[in-house]
Every structure is written in structure tokens, then in C-alpha cells.
T-cell receptor
């Protein structure tokens, strides 16, 4: 089955810097790659997603890139703000969704 | 407001005492699923349901049961909870290939 690895497990950046979280997946048939943000006491919420026929997608300060050949995808957050502090999960979907272990991002003011 | 509602949010129980965590969605989604979240392991799927009266095992189904008698409800049942089921549980739903919508979680402690 699909296996998703996510790095780093923790990330601390200064406000205004960029943050990058990387994921690799094992099943070349995976065709949908969402990213979720989980704030304290809440469930994960979708922030951006990308399908396998697209290499990059951007939404304001957030972007996701996908390299199907290397089977990895990344989340890029530019101009980070303290409210970006949360746990971020990547996921890959063939039949069902498989999640990475999560990255705890801390943005220091 | 479109949402997935889980109850209770927090639960402390003892080994062997049957419990049920309820999940309800008001979006008419066919697909519903339960996950557990543990440090360093991310979200692991327990059970899922493609539609009413259809349920399937996920990656970690041992010790859990589910039922899907109505489209909106998908309760998670622990017949005889054990301490290794102490975790943060999330219910989620979606329509077709749309993204998952998650509830706010249930933190379960089994002593």
C-alpha cells in the first residue's frame, strides 16, 4: 500500500521567512495530494491540494509543487506569520488517503 | 453551517468499559471515515464507509467497530477499550473525490 513520509517533524522560522515541508510517497498510482493544517484543539483543515496532472499550484502565500518522477511534493509558505503556527499534514491518495506523520511549524514573532 | 460533529470532545474511561463516540455530518456526504492521531504516526485510518450499510476496515481496525445505518451518522464503538486505544480520534467525510472534512476530534484516555 501507499506510504507517505514527511520531513521535518518540527520546523521553527522567524516571522517573514519562508517555510518548506517535504513529503515523499511510494505508490506511483497516487493522483491527489492535499495539505492540511491542524490548529490546536481543532481537526485538520484543507489548505491547498494538487492533482497529478499539475506540477505546481499557488494560493496567495501558499504553494505546492509535485515531482511525479521523483514521487515527492512540497508545501511552501512565504512571508510566514505567527498565525501560520500549526501542525501540517501531507497526504497522498490512490484509493484511500494516506497521511504523513505531520510537521509542527512554529513562527516566532 | 456545513460541519462534521463529534461527541464527546473529551472522554476518560477505564479498561473494558464499552464506549461509543458519535459522528454526524450535515453535508449529505456518502463517504465517512474514522482516524486516530498519535504522536509521530500522523493520522491512521480505523474504518471507513462508502455509503449506508457499507463499511470497511482501514489500517488499524483491531478493537473497534462501526456502523452506518443512516447517511449522516457514523459512530465508533470500542467494545472493550484498552490503554493502547488512548488517542485523539477524528471523524471525516467527503463527497466523491472532493477533499475530506474533519470533525474537531475526541481525546480519549483509557486507564
Amino acid at each position: 500500500g501507499e506510504n507517505v513520509e514527511q520531513h521535518p517533524s518540527t520546523l521553527s522560522v522567524q516571522e517573514g521567512d519562508s517555510a518548506v515541508i517535504k513529503c515523499t510517497y511510494s505508490d506511483s498510482a497516487s493522483n491527489y495530494f492535499p495539505w492540511y493544517k491542524q490548529e490546536l484543539g481543532k481537526g485538520p483543515q484543507l489548505i491547498i491540494d494538487i492533482r497529478s496532472n499539475v506540477g505546481e499550484k499557488k494560493d496567495q502565500r501558499i504553494a505546492v509543487t509535485l515531482n511525479k518522477t521523483a514521487k515527492h511534493f512540497s508545501l511552501h509558505i512565504t512571508e510566514t506569520q505567527p498565525e501560520d503556527s500549526a501542525v501540517y499534514f501531507c497526504a497522498a491518495k490512490t484509493g484511500d488517503m494516506r497521511f504523513g506523520a505531520g510537521t509542527r511549524l512554529t513562527v516566532k514573532p | 453551517e456545513a460541519q462534521v460533529t463529534q461527541n464527546p470532545r473529551y472522554l476518560i474511561t477505564v479498561t473494558g468499559k464499552k464506549l461509543t463516540v458519535t459522528c454526524s455530518q450535515n453535508m449529505n456526504h456518502e463517504y465517512m471515515s474514522w482516524y486516530r492521531q498519535d504522536p509521530g504516526l500522523g493520522l491512521r485510518q480505523i474504518y471507513y464507509s462508502m455509503n449506508v450499510e457499507v463499511t470497511d476496515k482501514g489500517d488499524v481496525p483491531e478493537g473497534y467497530k462501526v456502523s452506518r445505518k443512516e447517511k449522516r451518522n457514523f459512530p465508533l464503538i470500542l467494545e472493550s477499550p484498552s490503554p493502547n486505544q488512548t488517542s485523539l480520534y477524528f471523524c471525516a467525510s467527503r463527497r466523491g473525490n472532493s477533499p475530506l472534512h474533519f470533525g474537531n476530534g475526541t481525546r480519549l484516555t483509557v486507564t
